[in-house]
């Protein structure tokens, strides 16, 4: 179900942890479990509002790019989209982080949706550095660019707009210093297989893959389709001897990979 502009819904283990365990302390008023569940409760709750508290402070056009987003109704656009699917201000900074930690100068992104990620990184490149940005979805790609319009770091990044995988073919013979997954779950073997042998990760590179906590599907379920993707990508990646990868439980997981 689609959320009305503005009303984000837990898409997060943490985010769907805190709203059960609320639900369950109001179903245990007046037992002697209260005031235990509702300190369980305030762990789970608390946790991902101090996190951000204690991230630096976004820049103030992803401020401007996170509240058109939550702004506009999604319900109008394809099923598949909705503002959840921002990758948001602590995932934001550690994907700066990384940029900044690497060096990076050229980066890839697999699937932008609204361009919080790719400016994020975009910032955080020196003046001659540039983003490729992926994304299948034209009129978001439209509203990304749009967005991109008002920052400086904008003009650093490059909007392709198709399938990745032609995308990503088209790319032969680029080279990128780091990669950020966050496309289509069910696609997430073969992009990485694509990075992996034609030559797009730089030596040294950093492949990053959102969302392969997936709301916690892949160990407690439910059973869905990208449940069973993330939970297939995530064993061959352990089982693949060319790669070292950890996975990190930021927001709904992001998995670092590296070529050994």
Known sequence: MKTAPGAARPVTPTSILAVRLSALVERAAGSGLEDELRAVRDLAVGLDPYVES?????????????AATAAHDWRDASGALEQEM???????????????????????????FTGYSALALAEALPDDGSVVALELDASVA???EDQFAGSAAGRRI??????????????????FDLIFVDADKAGYADY???????????PGGLICVDNTLMQGQPWAGPDTANGRAIAD??????????VEQVVVPLR?????????
Do not use: K
């Open 86 to 112: 921002l990758s948001g201000h602590v995932e934001g900074r550690f994907l700066a982080m990384l940029a900044h930690a690497t060096g990076a100068r050229r980066v890839l992104e697999v699937g932008m």
């Open 142 to 144: 439209a509203f990304a």
């Open 158 to 175: 490059d909007v392709r707009v198709g399938p990745a995988a032609d995308s990503l073919a088209a790319l032969a013979g680029d080279r």
């Open 54 to 66: 204690m991230t630096s402070p976004s820049s103030e056009a992803l401020d401007r790019l996170a």
């Open 192 to 202: 990485l297989e694509t990075i992996l042998t034609t030559g797009l990760l730089a």
């Open 233 to 242: 990508f995530n064993a061959a990646v352990a089982a693949d001897p060319r």
């Open 252 to 260: 709904d997981g992001i998995t670092l990979i590296r070529v050994v």
